[in-house]
């Protein structure tokens, strides 16, 4: 007797509930796979370790060639006995604390205006959310250059805050001396960094599970508690990679200091800076590279010890259902004024700059005091005359076509490279363990000593425009492993276990149950390779090519030498750097990407 | 003790659910039984404190909780995917109650054993939670749900994800727990046998409402509808119209049930026929039809005919055969309200 | 994907090394102020059928260092843009081939400071201090008209200057003070300065653009170390025509400090002859005509006429300031450091 199962239509009916694979099946399933596994894990040990070289190979190979090995050659060229005098050892050690003092304050603030405004950016929803949180992110791409003048705008002796204050009281001088303080300094950082720490961490708290927290309140936790008891510990692991991205970069701070700064405050990059490119004495400068990469080391390696072992992979949930709108008064006290604080702080010397390049600027100049009057498009329509033929004449369209495809060709390529390496973090191996501190790296280098590097090490090569995106990527590569890691980590293993004994090829499982999760992290990673390319981060490791210039470019070249229309025409180039980024920010995030569903 | 009066809630704009009111009494498990989606769990958090209702009210002894929030309420609620803190280990997840009610470390400690030893966990009291296989996972929960001695506890689906022997297991355990601490208890699942197993009381729910209340033996006895009787797989439900004389036809053949309803000629109704009343050869409600499938259940053979209907029967029939069943009472359903 | 980093490596190893075919290329190397019109390059490279390009390389210091540093593998042709506070430098570092130009013979002596003929003059300028006109005016105060008039009282937190260790025209005015005072009188001199609120900036971009008040950035100094031909620059690219410059010069003794430009052909070109031809190019009269309203600087060649701005508002110190570059190269980080010591800790 052959017994066949077919379903009658009341069997049909009763199961119809049942269709869709559940997750409390997909895991009965993927348990007794789990035992199957357990069993032959000792033969599986040896083929995933070599599954795990693989994907650390492009990345690896990547960092050995344009990164390691220059810096090798440059450090063994110019690193001697003259490099460890006692003088020299003294310079290096005072810049250090300095160096670090204002670079541990730095992140001090930049993580209490950070970590509530990803708070808010994570919870509720409000109106004119994706706009504000853009934003945020607008300074990390600016040239220093143009993050000085909107500061000076707001902030400078002539500044709107002063004149402001000198007109309401009456002050013959300038009340607020900002400018040249070290309070200019970190102020400047919070304004760059802050949108790290919305990202990573407002990553990690849209993709916490309601449900752990709905438990605590369930089992007697006020919302304060819950918030210290299971929020806060879920959270810390990327609280801690952000503070620690913030730090890197404040303490290889370099456009910052140089302009914003007076000239008694001195960090290990400016140092570098000036001993390796302006009294020439390369084995001091060599030295300090070196102490900057070991701290930089240091802090890695504490990095991957705390945070690593730290790593919780709770299964993520989509975004929409953290989010609501503030109803509770406390709730709305906290969104008005954490919306102000953070549109005074972002907003008001970003609207400086497009400001100044519609604003008469040099009329004024007769006239002492008074406000500028006049809008004039002339800046904009001069962008587009060679007036004085020049051969090094930046047409903006081209400078801006440039811009965009090196940034396309960072984002391409350090997602590449990334993607590998964040699966080989999910589950960290001693190979994993090993390898991790190197990640972080080419942050923590100089690179005005890099440069050098590549100019011994690469030659004429140097010279070819594929370079850039290159060595935009280097540095992209850092915060996009950082941030692709915590969400491929958090992919539990059984959902697309049970998709692939559905019968889905590995590809197929993976595209059906990793990738909606990864998504979101891919689209935040994308935005920031793609600002860090737009903002030519560690633009003096190159020379270069007048033929292919970008906008950065233009707006130092206006900027080098006088005349009202120089200065003008700069303020423009940076008003549309602002928008084009504004812009794709907005669109990459808006992108709805095929089977994201509700992610 | 707790007294669930007209609540209502919609989901993305569409009514979920429309007015449920019950009543439990102390000591009473309750089972919310529904298909998947219809609204158990968005009750569960209603109660729990966890989601407002649009409409209704829910009174513990007389007072109305509507101004309490969850961490007040001492309801103890128990997830579907265990919702247990990854950060922890076993004992701090268990502890985790017991440390927001401010009680002294040494008493946590000594109550968590307690708790840990109720569900034979005892042993892994100081591992982490991820490390954990399903069953154990569920019982650390259990226990954390239980630790804190709620006074009401409400279970979501909480036996979902285990393989057969475990969940039988697992029930047996819980059915004691659940009469030794003598707490209310709701308990939501789509499962049946569960259902059967644990509770004192079935809510049937549908279409947002609670479409019937009873005792197991009262639910699947007298199923007050069509979709009941479906739901619960009581036995082929087969549409019919009355003829003028009386009897039904339908899809399946001409009928005779047991019905008080007085419907009129030509009404539609449903019927309801137990594949355990079957018995072959001739009789008052009698249907002729080929066998279609058998399959052996142990105590009976489940065979289905080629018109749709299936039965049980004691001995081996073969496929391809022509029988004539009858059936010892076919049953009259009310209308789907 | 550990196949993509591969394909662009070679990609990029492709590129660099497949040479355009068609005409032949030079390459020069310059630092980021240089420019010149289109026009003038185009003659040159269709009288000679050659492909110019240019690469920049930072700032004069930048540029010079990663020439040294890449001596065995020279980037360019031909460099564009030491200058004589680098020069000795450069020269010790031997990476210039010799080429006696027979332009040079209608260059003035004082600006072929290579006996050699490694490293040719090519244009020079002042760095002055720029002084706000309206500003004096508005507040009826006279212009210092010479060093030792900065350090009155009158004129407390009037000035910024640049640090000589991260700027240019910083270095110059150091130098410009040094060869007033002399060594170590210089160093009591700037202690002075800083008694009557010296600001000090890092950057000339900072200085003139946020601290100079007569520039758009509207600062509260109306002194800067600049360049004598700023005011020119201020007139030119002003947005509406002026006729007067806003900005002027100080040029009293030693006020301000001579800057010359030189360029040489890189040792190892493979385009000899080419880079003769161009090194004869810049120093004739088109090329040099060119520069003052690309550079703002003034050409060696005195064969070569001044635009009609550069005459009227652009400044020639009658006594401007100049230290030999051997001693520069010398001291330079002695003097460095001891002005950081002075004026800035």
Known sequence: ???????????????????????????????????????????RIADSLNRRIFLWLPASLFLGFLFFYPLARILGLSLNVESFTEGNIRIAFSTLRFTFYQAFLSTLLTLLLGLPAAYLFARFEFRGKSLLRTLTAIPFMLPTVVVAAGFNALLGPRGWLNLALMRWFRLEDPPLLLVGTLGAILMAHVFYNTTIVIRLVGNAQTHLDPRLEQAARCLGASPRRVFWNVTLPLVRPSILAAALLVFLFDFTSFGVILLLGGSQFTTLEVEIYIQALHLLNLPLAALLSLIQLLCTLAFSIIYSRVVVRNVVSAAPRPAQVNLRRAKKFPERIFKAGMTVLLVTFFVFPLIAIPMRSVSRLEAARAERGEVQSGLTAAYYQELFINRQGSIFYIPPIRAVVNSLAYAGLTVVLSLAL?????????????????????????????????????????????????????????????????????????????????????????????????????????????????????????????????????????????????????????????????????????????????????? | MLEVENIHKSYEGAPLLQGISFTIHPGETICLLGASGSGKSTLLRIIAGLEEPEMGEIRWKGENLV?????????????????????????????????????????????????????????????????????????????????????????????????????????????????????????????????????????????????????????????????????????NVLDGIVRPDGRVETAAGVLDPACGHGHAAGQSVSLLIRPGSARLGEGQDCLVSRVKDVVFQKEYYRVTLENGVYIHLPMEVTVGQDVRVSFAEVECLPEDK | MKHFSAFVFCLSLGLAACAPQGPETLTIMTHDSFAISEG??????????????????????????????????????????????????????????????????????????????????????????????????????????????????????????????????????????????????????????????????????????????????????????????????????????????????????????????????????????????????????????????????????????????????????????????????????????????????
Not at chain 3, 87 to 92: I, M, P, Q, T, V
Request: net charge negative.
């Open chain 1, 1 to 43: 007797m052959t017994i066949r199962f077919r379903k009658t239509k009341n069997q049909r009916v009763s199961e119809s509930a049942n269709q869709r694979i559940s997750e409390p099946q997909s895991r009965q399933i993927a348990e007794s796979l789990h035992r199957r596994i357990a069993e032959s894990l000792n033969r």
């Open chain 1, 418 to 599: 990334a993607f590998p390496v964040a699966m080989a973090l999910k589950r960290p191996g001693s190979l994993e363990r090993f390898l991790d501190p190197f990640l972080m790296l080419p942050l923590g280098a100089s690179a005005v000593t890099l440069g050098l590097g590549f100019i011994i090490s690469f030659g004429r090569m140097l010279t070819s425009p594929l370079m850039v995106p290159l060595a935009h990527t280097l540095i992209a590569l850092p915060f996009v492993i950082r941030t692709l890691q915590p969400a491929l980590a958090s992919i539990p293993d059984r959902l697309r276990q049970a998709a692939t004994v559905l019968g889905a090829s590995p590809l197929r499982a993976w595209f059906a149950v990793d990738w909606p999760i990864v998504a979101r992290a891919t689209l935040s990673g994308a935005v920031f390779a793609f600002t860090v390319s737009l903002g030519e981060f560690g633009a003096t490791m190159l020379v270069s090519r007048p033929e292919f210039p970008t906008i950065p470019m233009a707006i130092y070249r206006f900027l080098s030498q006088p005349g009202g229309l120089n200065y003008g025409q700069a303020m423009a180039m940076a008003t549309i750097l602002m928008f084009l980024t504004i812009l794709s920010i907005l669109l990459i995030e808006r992108l709805r990407l095929p089977g994201t569903g509700e992610f």
């Open chain 2, 67 to 235: 101004g309490t929030p969850a961490h007040q309420r001492n309801f103890g609620l128990m997830f579907q995917d265990y919702a247990l803190f990854p950060h922890l280990s076993v004992a701090a997840n268990v502890a985790f109650g017991l440390k927001m009610q401010s009680i002294p470390g040494s008493e946590i400690r000594h109550r968590v054993a307690e708790s840990l030893d109720q569900v034979n966990l005892s042993s892994l009291s100081g591992r982490r939670v991820t490390d954990l296989s399903g069953g154990e996972q569920q019982r650390v929960a259990l226990a954390r749900t239980l630790a804190p001695r709620p006074r009401l506890l409400m279970f979501d689906e909480p036996l979902g994800a285990l393989d057969r022997t475990l969940r039988e297991q697992l029930m047996a355990e819980l059915r004691l727990i659940l009469h030794d601490s003598g707490v209310p208890a709701i308990y939501v699942t789509h499962d049946q046998e569960e259902a059967f197993a644990l509770a004192d009381k079935i809510l049937l729910i549908h279409d947002g409402k609670i479409t019937q209340q009873g005792t197991p033996a009262e639910v699947t006895g007298h199923p007050a509808s069509a979709w009941a009787a479906r739901f619960l797989g009581l036995g």
């Open chain 3, 40 to 345: 003038v390059i185009a003659s040159f490279e269709q009288a000679n059928d050659v492909d110019i390009i240019f690469l920049r390389g930072g700032d004069a210091g930048e540029m010079l260092n990663k020439a040294i540093l890449s001596r065995d593998a020279p980037l360019a042709d031909i460099l564009y843009g030491v200058d004589n506070t680098f020069l000795s430098r450069a020269l010790e570092a031997s990476i210039f081939e010799p080429y006696q130009s027979p332009l040079l013979a209608n260059i003035p002596g004082e600006f072929q400071l290579d006996p050699a003929y490694r490293l040719l003059p090519v244009d020079y300028g002042d760095v002055c201090i720029n002084y706000d006109k309206a500003w004096f005016a508005a507040h009826s105060l006279p212009v210092p008209a010479s060093l030792e008039d900065l350090l009155e009282p009158a004129y407390n937190g009037l000035l910024v200057v640049e640090n000589p260790s991260t700027s240019s025209p910083g270095l110059a005015f150091l130098l410009a003070t040094i060869a007033h005072f002399g060594d170590p009188g210089y160093l009591d001199y700037w202690q002075a300065l800083r008694t009557n609120g010296l600001v000090v900036v890092d950057g000339w971009e900072t200085a003139y653009y946020t601290n100079f008040s007569a520039s758009s950035g509207q600062g509260s100094q109306p002194m800067v170390v600049s360049y004598g031909s700023s005011p020119a620059a201020e007139v030119i690219y002003a947005e509406q025509p002026l006729s007067e410059a806003p900005t002027a010069s100080i040029i009293g003794p030693d006020t301000c400090f001579r800057q010359i430009e030189f360029a040489g052909i890189l040792a190892g070109t493979s385009n000899r002859s080419l880079a003769e031809k161009f090194i004869d190019f810049i120093l004739d009269v088109q090329f040099q005509e060119d520069m003052p309203l690309q550079m703002f600087v003034y050409p060696v060649n005195p064969n070569a006429g001044l635009p009609a701005e550069f005459v009227q508002f652009a400044q020639i110190p009658a006594q401007a300031a100049t230290v030999s570059p051997d001693e520069i190269t010398a001291n330079r980080e002695k003097w460095i450091q001891a002005w950081i010591d002075v004026v800035v800790k």
